[in-house]
């Protein structure tokens, strides 16, 4: 385990991607203490200020938007929410594709004629504008884009967790777990499900860097949380009103965003280029 | 111990995989199955395991194994009688799960057929790893199986097969994907093995030298039919089909490791 560890720390989009996933995590872990104002302190008299880099009790270091907020304290506090986002969508659309793409590819048959007919369907809607219509008719809300999420993404999980359930099913350990008289909940719990986790651990961390960019894209057209709250979305699309007048808003708000994304994708490929050959 | 009558199997569209194979193990002995690839050597193994092809299907035929008719157990029926029999096959890399330990492997197998605890599962397959001779087997049992050589993985299946105690073991091909030395290793390991232990082998080879070498009777197969079923000093000293006489002709060839 040590040693696989040694491993991971050498490959650096590992390395990059498992660094920026962190700060994004610990902005979220400690925004009270980061965040130098109350994101939601207006300050009428320093509307669009510019980032200003000077030291004191008045400085807005990455400038301030439209109601004199400071761009900096969203930031942090917006990471919250794209982490609550990441980690509660992630998990579940996990949870539920993995679970399928299981049954699936174990148990064949009905059951898996059945599951992957609905990957097909579902894989047919544009998963953009299955989103919107989604949530507008759940309601706005942060509950609402999760269940948006998982709802449309459970399929990327599932089409690649049965692949990979069917191919390990043709391995000869299986026989040898049949023959040794293990039933087949045993065998797809301790024999399937073991080399099933990298993968899925591989495809959560990319899942959750998606499960952002779509609350992003929902905060962006106003359709997740309140546009007071500190969202990197909201923050995106005011920016991108005033564009002209205080571009930091926008190019902070974005450069964080594609940070973010960023993070979870490299993790995510430094993993899967990293557990494959391990465990194959 | 094993009787296996006028078994017939065939694969999806019909194709015929087995015709009408009639054979017998007795209780501690070695019978061999020889035949060139494709004769149907494993199908035979693995229709007395339980673990046939999906597209494989038996058409005809009974397999008795110690008083009960496998064919015609419900499957929990059939898991139960399975409890004494175990297998050992050709590729030892791929029979082991990639990402357990060997421990967990070996435990699980211990715990489920023998009813064992945790520790006296762990205990039991200590006492079996010496048995095969390996060397620090508290160190092995931590391993995964990547970590291990192909002759340590084949000796860690056959400590697992011999563990549970079967009455009867199927061993297909258990020395091919090994070199030649640790070929000759592995069995004789089989064979003492089975020896101290009593238990009845239906060992699959191609290779002629390997059934005189352990086997005291043989079925020779060709195209899913016996041809040929003797003790095995008759079959070595006076091979009576011609299909046996010329797989004693290829024989050397078989003593190589396949390129
Ligand atoms: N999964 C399968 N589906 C359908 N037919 C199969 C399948 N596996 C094997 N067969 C057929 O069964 C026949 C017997 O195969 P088997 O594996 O028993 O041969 P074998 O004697 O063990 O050969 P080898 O020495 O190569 O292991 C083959 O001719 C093949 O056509
Ligand atoms: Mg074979």
């Not at chain 1, 510019?50 to 969203?74: I, N």
């Not at chain 1, 965003?257 to 995510?268: H, Q």
């Not at chain 2, 199997?9 to 199955?33: M, T």
Request: charged share 20%; with cysteine; aromatic share 4%.
């Amino acid at each position: 385990m040590a040693e696989a560890g040694r491993r991971l720390l050498r490959n650096w989009r590992v390395v990059l991607g498992g660094a920026l996933v962190l700060a994004v995590l610990l902005a979220a872990l400690l925004a009270p203490v980061l965040a130098p104002y109350d994101p939601l302190d207006q300050d009428l008299s320093a509307q669009l200020a510019p980032p200003d880099w000077h030291f004191g009790a008045d400085a807005h270091a990455l400038g301030t938007d439209s109601l004199g907020r400071d761009v900096l304290s969203r930031l942090i506090w917006g990471s919250r929410i794209a982490v609550t986002v990441a980690v509660v969508a992630g998990v579940l659309t996990a949870l539920l594709g993995t679970a399928l793409g299981l049954l699936a590819g174990f148990f064949g048959g009905r059951a898996d004629a059945l599951i992957s007919r609905l990957v097909d369907i579902w894989s047919s809607f544009p998963p953009v504008l299955l989103a919107i219509i989604l949530v507008a008719l759940l309601g706005t809300g942060l509950r609402s884009v999760i269940v948006a999420i998982v709802v449309i993404d459970w399929t990327r999980f599932c089409r690649v967790v049965r692949a990979e359930t069917l191919k390990q099913r043709r391995m000869d350990y299986i026989d040898a777990a049949v023959a040794a008289g293990l039933g087949p909940r045993a065998i797809l719990w301790r024999e399937v499900l073991p080399n099933i986790l990298p993968l899925a651990l591989v495809l959560l961390t990319l899942e959750a860097g998606i499960a952002v960019v779509v609350e992003a894209i929902l905060s962006f057209v106003g359709l997740s949380i309140s546009s007071d709250a500190p969202s990197w979305g909201g923050m995106i699309a005011e920016g991108r009103g005033v564009v002209h007048e205080a571009p930091w808003l926008l190019s902070c708000a974005m450069l964080v965003l594609l940070a973010t994304v960023l993070g979870f994708n490299l993790l995510g490929d430094g993993l899967k280029a990293e557990l494959d050959p391990v465990l194959r | 111990m094993l009787q296996i009558a006028q078994l017939s199997a065939a694969a999806r569209g019909g194709v015929g995989v087995l015709r009408a194979v009639s054979l017998s193990v007795a209780a501690g002995e070695v019978h061999g199955l020889v035949g060139t690839s494709g004769a149907g050597k494993s199908m035979i193994g693995r229709a007395v395991l339980g673990i046939l092809p999906d597209a494989v299907r038996i058409t005809a035929g009974r397999i008795r194994f110690d008083g009960r008719d496998l064919l015609g157990l419900s499957p929990s029926a059939r898991r139960q009688a399975g409890r004494d029999l175990a297998l050992i096959p050709q590729d030892p890399l791929s029979a082991l799960n990639p990402s357990r330990r060997i421990a967990a492997q070996m435990t699980d197998v211990l715990r489920h057929r023998l009813g064992l605890s945790a520790a006296a599962a762990q205990a039991r397959a200590l006492e079996m790893l010496h048995e095969v001779r390996i060397r620090e087997p508290d160190n092995v049992l931590r391993r995964y199986p990547h970590e291990l050589s192909g002759g340590m993985r084949q000796r860690v299946l056959i400590a697992t097969a011999f563990a549970c105690r079967p009455k009867l073991i199927v061993a297909d091909e258990p020395t091919t994907a090994l070199d030649v030395t640790v070929q000759k290793q592995i069995l004789r390991l089989i064979r003492d093995l089975q020896r101290s232990h009593a238990t009845a082998v239906l060992f699959v080879t191609h290779d002629l030298g390997v059934v005189a070498k352990i086997c005291g009777s043989v079925s020779v197969l060709r195209g899913g039919e016996i041809v040929e079923q003797a003790p095995v000093a008759d079959i070595i000293n006076h091979p009576a089909h011609a299909y046996t006489r010329a797989l004693f002709a290829a024989t050397p060839r078989y003593d190589r490791p396949p390129p």
